[in-house]
T-cell receptor, first 114, second 118 residues
Framework: DSGVTQTPKHLITATGQRVTLRCSPR?????VYWYQQSLDQGLQFLIQ???????AKGNILERFSAQQFPDLHSELNLSSLELGDSALYFC?????????????FGPGTRLTVT | GESVGLHLPTLSVQEGDNSIINCAYS??????FIWYKQESGKGPQFIID?????DKRQGQRVTVLLNKTVKHLSLQIAATQPGDSAVYFC?????????????????FGKGTRLSVIA
């Protein structure tokens, strides 16, 4: 158990809908990262927050947005969903905001868009 | 742009044999590398890391080798066990990536699936 929690574990929704994925980092970690993993693909970095502020942005679509709240939990909002958005979404946390800090991954949310 | 790739998408080894998983990177500025293990239905788990001032680092049954000349990274697993069956990802970054640089904190490769044959 990494100490990172993600909810829900599974999510099935229709095209055009909007969903929110939630992540709680490990106690003491200030950075939260969001990744997308499609079938047979590696982890695609989406976005990083550090202590409430956006720190780095990767291949995140404009239909997607995220935020980190004062209690450090984070939410990833996916809107106008398309079939291609079906994937595993992972959240990770680390104590610092640079790549040298070990990232601890949550169990993921499996999103299925039908 | 930055890219991290893996030479082999799948690897099958006999239980008890040694496994070698390879990874190539293209960013010569990268100075920090990590190997992650992802078991089915779980999130990636840190295995071992290495900084660019080292050529080799050993952990418990695992060794990471770094060849900066050819930008190649490998993960060696000794006496491979059924529990080692998973997808292995390499990831790379620059330790000195400054704040708000816009650089991706870590760039992950596509992964190699290791299957251990009992």
């Amino acid at each position: 158990d990494s100490g990172v929690t993600q909810t829900p574990k599974h999510l099935i929704t229709a095209t055009g809908q909007r969903v929110t994925l939630r992540c709680s980092p490990r106690s003491g970690d200030l950075s939260v990262y969001w990744y997308q993993q499609s079938l047979d693909q590696g982890l695609q970095f989406l976005i990083q927050y550090y202590n409430g502020e956006e720190r780095a942005k990767g291949n995140i679509l404009e239909r997607f947005s995220a935020q980190q709240f004062p209690d450090l939990h984070s939410e990833l909002n996916l809107s106008s969903l398309e079939l291609g958005d079906s994937a595993l979404y992972f959240c990770a946390s680390s104590v610092g905001d640079r790549g040298i800090y070990e990232q601890y991954f949550g169990p993921g949310t499996r999103l299925t868009v039908t | 742009g930055e890219s991290v790739g893996l030479h082999l998408p799948t690897l099958s080894v006999q239980e008890g044999d040694n496994s070698i998983i390879n990874c190539a990177y293209s960013n010569s500025a990268s100075d920090y590398f990590i190997w992650y293990k992802q078991e089915s239905g779980k999130g990636p788990q840190f295995i071992i890391d290495i900084r660019s001032n080292m050529d080799k680092r050993q952990g418990q049954r695992v060794t990471v080798l770094l060849n900066k000349t050819v930008k190649h990274l490998s993960l060696q697993i000794a006496a491979t066990q059924p529990g080692d069956s998973a997808v292995y990802f390499c990831a790379e970054n620059s330790e000195n990536t400054p704040f708000n640089s816009g650089n991706t904190p870590l760039v992950f490769g596509k992964g190699t699936r290791l299957s251990v044959i009992a």
